[in-house]
């Protein structure tokens, strides 16, 4: 539908993604960051702006943006500037933000994406650190607003895409890839809902051949599901604007989450102005070509190359290790599983019963009921022949409920699948032999009554018969 | 550079300062002045000097990433004109 609406003409999108540091203090100050405090409880005076406060970087915040920069395929630049972003808002009692403006700490780089066509490489312009803003509550009394500092002065690392995005889904897949690079790296936590990670959407169509037409940046996206809910309203608003003869005012614009709509956040005659300059309060940053080696060292193995083993190691495809290695925690669940056991099977079972039940539950894979050592346990006892793939669920089911073992369910309501061919062999020829109509019928080429061979003998089983071995065995006693 | 009335105004706008009538002739001439100062400064020859944002032959200082409470909501509050239920409150301000 989205194609249909937007045919004829191109998306340009590009997207700056704020993404929290995972430190436990602030960029410039020793206040804590942590999530969901009373308010105002994690303020210092640095943080408050109080006269004559100098602010002092946060050495782990400096590593964890150059680390970023290597696992986004990036220059790490050896001199970076801090520079004061001048605006007038109550959430920022300093009065400017400490941003880096000319010289970030990191360069040019590069994510990859899959995308219908394959993949994708999308451009990274720049990464720099800055601070967070306090937040403000507009909602609590009809005359005021009310702040609350707490997040006042939290490092942030502001990653900027190039616009080479050119379509909803290309950018959600790399919003996705960037917070997964994160989240393997431990430079943030990627914690969307609480606002640890969010973008702000630039957003432009154009007539193929024709010139790039205006941006609107959209502000404070936090799902995923939001992000493409509001390019999708944007480029249609935008190009309803353009057929109608009017012109697409470049403007910030804030999503309405319930209504799916944007609409305009400032006016024009109010763009702002932040008077950028270096601050004078911070030396520019230098760093070493030794530490900046020894970092480059800690990165540990990032999605793209644990896709890669997987599709070597276990022959996964690449949709299935795509699905997997998205989620750090999954292809450490993945791995443990899979470990001496069948790479199809265990795919299988993570990807989809595992996952359906999480789902269900709405669990992340972290707090999964089952755990992989009792997935493995689950799998061997299919692998073996026990239990049927069916039987399996059940089983995978009743260890959801219960936290039992799979061996111990299996053994309670005696599940255990009959592989022995004597027994199942005597099942088949006593089915055989009480349907001697049937027989006939089927050698005279009646060829569907084989299903009902088949469901005999399972009936006879209760159902614990391997199937496989009773089609092959009724096969074999009826072409002889 | 020309500090012109318009432009003094945009700034007080920025800055949320307001400039009376009277005083916007002084004031400008005030900045122009120091504007003129500055300008001085574009004599020198930098085409082969590296831009300098800061002129300390220091490395910036860095500390650990220690966490130190030493104020409460009380404390940080106590300079507030207006508060209430530990927020900081201002006049409401419309997006």
Redesign the interface.
Known sequence: MVAQMIEGWNLVIGIEIHAQVNSKSKLFSSSPTDFGSKPNSQVSLIDAAMPGMLPVINKFCIEQAVKSGIGLNAKINKISIFDRKNYFYQDLPQGYQISQYKDPIVGEGFVEIETENGQKKIGVERLHLEQDAGKSLHDQDPNFTFVDLNRSGIALMEIVSKPDMSSPEEAVEYVRKVRSILRYLGTCDGNMEQGSLRADVNVSVNKPGNELGTRCEIKNLNSFKFIHAAIVYEAKRQIKLIEQGESVNQETRLFNTQSGETRSMRSKEDAHDYRYFPDPDLLPLTLDDDWIKGLQESIPELPDQIKERFINEYSLSSYDANIIVSDKATSEYFEDVVKNRNPKLVTTWVTGELFSILNKKNLIIEDSPITSKQLGELVDNIENGKISNRQAKEVLEEMCESGKGALEIIDEKGLSQISDENEIESLVDNVLNSNPENVKKYKNGKDKLFGFFVGEAMKLSKGKANPKIVNDLIKKKLSQ | MEFDKKSLL?LGK???ISISDDKLNNLSKDLNSILEFVDQLKEIKTDQVDPT??S?N????????????????ED??E?AP?K????????????
């Open positions: 945009k920025l800055a949320r944002s800061n300390l220091q490395k910036l200082e860095v500390r650990d990433d220690k966490v130190d409470t030493k104020n409460g909501a940080i509050l300079n207006e209430e239920m530990d927020f900081f409150v201002v006049p409401k301000v419309i997006e």
